[in-house]
Structures are given as C-alpha cells and as structure tokens.
C-alpha cells in the first residue's frame, strides 16, 4: 500500500511560480512511475506531467509544456512540479498518482493505483 500526500499549492498572481510535492510511504517508490493530474471546477480530470520510475522519462500535457517540470528525490521518496508562468486556467486541484506497474499509458486515470487527497491551486489574473 502507498500513501501520497501532496503540498504546496496556494494562491498566486499570473505569471508567478509555484512548487508542488508529493510524499510518498513505502520502499518501493523508486519503482513506482509517478504523474500529476488536476482538476478544475466543472472540469473532468486532467494528466498534466509524468515521470518514469528511474526519472529518465518525463512527459507533459501540451498546455503546460515549457512551463512545468516534474521531478523526483529518491532519499526523500518525493515528487515534485515546478510550475513557473503560471496563467489563471491552471486553476485548479492538482493531484499526484503512482503506477506501481508502469504501465506505459501515463496519460489516462487507469493506469494509476494509489492517489493522494489533492492540493489547491489558484492562479489570480
């Protein structure tokens, strides 16, 4: 079993920055593919980044390419998303989610096991 629990989301101005993380229990997280999904009001759930289980992969959603980094701190069982030019429609719950199985279709809400609760992110105009 994994817990998440995500941090770092608060209120911004447009064009501000924020950090994400996302804490994950148990040894076997560096085996674990990892990604971030948000949520906005009225809105179905969204992939927004992906990161393989050795970080050598890393994907985005076309909306938030050069703008977001996903990471990951094996000693700290910790994924992060840098978010820098921060637009208003990035409003949203940002979610973390783990792939023990690496499943290769980071895209989609199916391929993840285990979620954290979420953290709010307002991006004010």
């Known amino acids: 079993q994994v817990q998440l629990v995500e941090a770092g989301g608060g209120l911004v101005q447009a064009g501000g920055s924020l950090r994400l993380s996302c804490a994950a229990s148990g040894r076997t997280f560096r085996r674990y593919a990892m990604g971030w999904f948000r949520q906005a009001p009225g809105k179905e759930r969204e992939f927004v980044a992906y990161?393989?289980?050795?970080?050598?992969?890393?994907r985005y959603a076309d909306s938030v390419k050069g703008r977001f980094t996903i990471s990951r701190d094996y000693a700290k069982n910790t994924v992060y998303l840098q978010m820098n030019s921060l637009k208003p429609e990035d409003t949203a719950v940002y979610y973390c989610a783990a792939d023990p199985k690496v499943r290769g279709y980071y895209y989609t809400e199916n391929a993840y096991d285990y979620w954290g609760q979420g953290t709010q992110v307002t991006v004010s105009s």
């Open positions: 990161i393989d289980w050795d970080g050598a992969i890393t």
